[in-house]
Every structure is written in C-alpha cells, then in structure tokens.
C-alpha cells in the first residue's frame, strides 16, 4: 500500500474540490492519504510519503499562493528527494494556468518527479475532475 500526501492551498474552494478528487483515485487504487492544508503540513509529510500531490491557486501576478505554499515548498531546495514523484494541481482566473509551468520548473528544480499536472479555470468541470481522480490514482501505482 502506497502511502499519498495532499498538500494544498484553498481559497474559493475550486483546490479543494481538486484534491478531494486526487484523494478518491488514490484511495480507490488502495493507497492510503494524507490530506493537509498547506498551514499544517510538515516536511515530514512529504519525505515520509512515497508520492504527493500539491496544490495552490494561481494568486499573486501568476505564482502560487505566497503566504504558506511557496515557503513551504522552498523547504525542499536542499533536502535530498530523489526523484520523489509529484502532481502539481491547481486553478486560475485570467492567466491560463502560465503558474504551474514556473511551480513545475522549481519543484523539478528541487528534485521533485512531476509525473502529473491539472491547471483548471475557475472551477473544475466533471471532465478535469475525472482527470484529477486518474492523476490520485497514478500516484497510487
């Protein structure tokens, strides 16, 4: 059984309708998941999983949220990670989801595999939600 982290930042709720999405495939390919809002993950949360999925908005002039996901995703820089597997995941307003390319370029600067990504506008649609319930469940094989 394969241990999933989700780690997420969610405002209007449209992030956390993704992740529970996420958490449904994985759970339904028998992983086991932790779900965390950014504010009480812990490093450990990650380096303990054998995969995760992080998620944030696009805020702020096209970068993830800035208060609690970009620090706490910065704290991977220097630990060694070793091609741990990642889904990026998230959603937008006006600028066509150009946030996870750059989120993208750091984690995998950062040692992270990124085997999956969601970007969605405003809200998800039942389609991208059953694109992010495969993404949960490629993390869970």
């Known amino acids: 059984m394969k241990n999933i ?12 309708v993704l992740a529970n999405s996420i958490i449904k495939g ?15 993950a812990k ?4 380096t303990s999983a054998d995969a995760v999925a992080f998620g944030s908005p696009s805020l702020d002039n096209n970068k993830i949220e800035q208060d609690y ?15 741990k597997k990642v889904v990026l995941f998230g959603s937008y307003g ?3 989801g150009k946030f996870l390319k750059d989120w ?7 040692g992270f595999k990124v085997v999956g990504e969601l970007a969605v506008k405003e809200a998800p649609t039942d389609d991208e939600l059953k694109k992010a ?7 869970a094989k």
Request: charged residues 30%; glycine residues 12%.
């Open 104 to 110: 993208k370029k750091t984690v995998e600067d950062y």
């Open 43 to 46: 490093v450990g949360d990650v």
């Open 133 to 139: 319930e495969e993404l949960g469940k490629l993390l």
């Open 69 to 83: 996901m970009a620090p706490f995703i910065k704290e991977f820089k220097l630990i060694p990670l070793q091609g």
């Open 26 to 40: 994985a759970e339904g390919e028998g992983a086991k998941v932790a779900a965390k809002h950014v504010q009480d």
């Open 5 to 16: 982290a989700v780690i997420y930042w969610s405002d209007g709720g449209n992030v956390e």
């Open 94 to 96: 006006w600028d066509e």
